[in-house]
């Protein structure tokens, strides 16, 4: 699961901080091959809309904005085999082989082997064109597997040499900036569900049906650094998001597992409790699907700390309370989380 809405507040503050002008400018279009947002605005109001779309839909989008998006590519591929269909492991090797730079082979934590689609978990991959670029108001945005590369239009050559291994190299140029994210904690769940300091999941069975239910924990303090080499402070703003996602599997008669479209529902319910110089306040945010036919669901409640501000005092790992969700398909109902912190 990635952490893309952090990594847009970052983004945000960090573009509005060198952009000079063309701010207000409203339009979407696509460049070249390459898709550009003249405001962030823009972008962000593309996001939001695009985050509720499957695969389909979030095509039929791309497309009418006159660009081609790599991962409409990627899910495209992915779709059109008939996964119930094969029927030796050669055989899978050999169409994954075929198709590598749009899906893999992975294991989980048990053992059970899976076909994904690349870059499935990050909601910013619709933007993206074949080298996973797009621009936002004369900044190129490239993805990669932790976060956003960002140089300015005219330095754009230096995409062809830097990425996400050699960013280091980079630490002292002004003309490249990496925007990543950090982790929060989410203290242990109920038994049976499985749980590190920042990620919960829990999965639901019935026959070869399968539901995974993920959420995570993403934190971000709001310092940061511009191309200048100056400092900029959100005032005083933590930001932290939950981020959740609920997909359906399907397994063959092979023994491994496939994304299967179904109509799924998710609710998530978020409790913060906020202490001021009057006491604790408990805020209660809320996420929902019902019945939406796709491959998945994925969202987000998010919440910005203002501790000297407003007298809020809001620390990562204790400012929270209960955290309930679950999500169902027609296959598998009910598959629960429920973490206490």
């Not at 899910?75 to 994954?96: A, C, G, M, N, P």
Request: net charge negative; hydrophobic share 35%; proline share 2%.
């Amino acid at each position: 699961m990635k952490k893309v809405f952090l990594i847009l507040a970052l983004v945000c503050v960090f573009m509005t901080s060198c952009i000079k002008e063309n701010l207000y400018e409203n339009e979407t279009t696509a460049k070249g091959d390459i898709l550009k947002f003249n405001n962030f605005d823009d972008f962000l109001a593309s996001y939001n809309e695009i985050s509720s779309m499957d695969f389909i839909a979030a095509e039929a989008w791309a497309n009418s904005h006159g660009y081609n998006s790599i991962c409409a590519e990627v899910e495209r591929s992915y779709f059109s085999i008939d996964f119930e269909t094969i029927k030796s492991h050669e055989e899978l090797q050999r169409i994954v082989n075929n198709h590598k730079d749009f899906f893999c082979l992975v294991y989980n934590e048990e053992g059970d082997l899976f076909v994904e689609p690349r870059h499935i978990n990050n909601r910013l991959r619709y933007f993206a064109n074949e080298d996973m670029m797009f621009e936002i108001n004369n900044f190129i945005c490239k993805l990669t597997e932790n976060g956003i590369i960002i140089v300015e239009e005219q330095n754009s050559n230096l995409l062809e040499s830097v990425n996400e291994q050699n960013i280091g190299d980079y630490s002292n140029d002004k003309k490249v900036k990496f925007i990543s994210t950090s982790t929060g904690s989410i203290q242990k769940a109920l038994k049976g569900q499985t749980c590190t300091d920042n990620y919960c999941k829990n999965e639901g069975f019935s026959g070869r049906n399968r539901v995974t239910v993920a959420l995570e924990l993403e934190f971000l303090d709001s310092w940061g650094q511009t191309f200048n080499g100056q400092y900029y402070h959100v005032p005083n703003h933590t930001i932290v998001t939950y981020s959740y996602s609920v997909k359906a599997h399907r397994k063959t008669d092979l023994g491994f597992y496939y994304i299967a479209r179904r109509t799924l529902s998710a609710d998530l319910k978020v409790y913060i409790d906020i202490t001021t110089n009057s006491g604790t306040n408990r805020v209660y945010h809320r996420y929902q699907e019902a019945g939406k036919l796709g491959y998945g669901l994925t969202g987000s409640v998010t919440y910005y700390a203002t501790p000297y501000q407003s007298g809020a005092f809001a620390p990562h790992t204790s400012s929270f309370g209960p955290i309930n969700a679950w999500g169902d398909s027609p296959d598998v109902n009910y598959v629960y989380i429920n973490c206490f912190n």
